[in-house]
């Protein structure tokens, strides 16, 4: 999951296919494919390949990108690549580059590589936690204050979120409660978290549901999408497992929410959550934002285009999303064709 409150950096140029400018934009998109989406895929698209699709997606209006993990290769060979990675990616003007990293070293290389932000993951349950981290969700909250120790005194521009995975439903643990997720976010945030997201990470999530939960978490920590109540409350990052993930984001919208995670062509998941499989399709959520009349300043031709090198380098890795299937309707007018 993505921070959504981020250092300053100087204003991006307008891509070749960008249609608005990013001032003007009612929804920022995320796009976290070449993180989650990747660590998910058993083979390892090849670097080059792995930059071009950063590019694309640069050149449709992405200036959001999580575009690595720093985890040991040996976990996770398909980040290896993950320090050339964020340098190539820093060289797009304008970018936000966002890394994931889970542990005070972690987060040392990504700021040595020149990650923007970096997020911490942490889980709402400790089935989850001891699966995908290795620790008691107390010790990672004693970590993330380490980090945040270690931020303020060596890298002070970066940008420390921390992600509270399977926030609303765990595939070991099962439900759960709601009280839990807000304890640890209040932890988080006393830690000194910049940002505090939650995340489906398993697509367990139903519309009623985030509702629920981020009017909550408003509430109690704030909403950093709303510039009259700011707050530490990320986006929104759901999961499609059920069909869910374009009604969560709507639901999630409609309660104040206006950054979102999303994943080209779908792909994602959690190696440690059974049955989680991949994120909300980039191209749907903006087909749907753009044709609601809310401008995301991408293209979403230019998205379906980008899909490319993933075609090239994993051939035959299924390629989700109903966009580029059935196409844009006749007579589509895209919201940040209009602003423009």
């Not at 290795?134 to 979120?161: G, T, Y």
Request: aromatic share 4%; proline share 8%.
């Amino acid at each position: 999951m993505s921070s959504q409150v981020r250092p300053q950096l100087e204003p991006a140029p307008t891509a070749p296919q960008a249609t608005v400018p990013r001032a003007t934009t009612a929804v920022q998109i995320c796009e976290v494919g070449p993180r989650d989406g990747l660590q998910s895929v058993a083979r390892t698209l090849a670097t080059p390949l792995k930059l071009a699709w950063i590019d694309a997606l640069y050149a449709a209006g992405l200036r959001q990108i999580e575009v690595t993990s720093f985890v040991p290769a040996r976990l996770m060979p398909q980040l290896a690549d993950a320090a050339e990675v964020v340098r190539h990616a820093r060289t797009q003007p304008g970018l936000k580059v966002l890394a994931l990293a889970p542990n005070l070293k972690g987060v040392q290389a990504a700021a040595a590589a020149g990650a923007h932000a970096v997020t911490v993951p942490l889980s709402a349950t400790e089935a989850h936690s001891q699966a995908n981290l290795r620790k008691p969700i107390a010790q990672a909250v004693a970590e993330l204050r380490q980090i945040v120790a270690w931020r303020n005194a060596e890298a002070p521009s970066l940008h420390i979120d921390a992600g509270i995975s399977v926030a609303f439903g765990c595939s070991i643990q099962g439900p759960v409660p709601q009280d839990d997720v807000m304890r640890l976010a209040h932890a988080l945030a006393q830690a000194g978290a910049d940002s505090v997201g939650v995340a489906d990470t398993t697509g367990y999530a139903n519309p009623a549901q985030v509702r629920r939960m981020y009017l909550r978490l408003f509430a109690e920590i704030g909403n950093a999408d709303n510039p009259v109540r700011p707050g530490l409350c990320g986006g929104a990052h759901v999961h499609n497992t059920r069909g869910l993930g374009l009604a969560n984001c709507l639901a999630a919208y409609d309660v104040g929410v206006r950054t979102f995670d999303s994943s080209l062509a779908g792909l994602g998941g959690c190696p440690h959550a059974p049955g989680a499989s991949g994120n909300v399709v980039t191209e749907d959520l903006v087909f749907m934002f753009e044709a609601m009349g809310l401008a995301t300043g991408i293209d979403v031709q230019a998205l379906m285009a980008a899909r490319a090198p993933l075609a090239e380098g994993l051939p035959g890795e299924p390629l989700y999303g109903m966009t580029p299937l059935a196409g844009v309707p006749k007579g589509y007018a895209p919201a940040s064709a209009v602003a423009a």
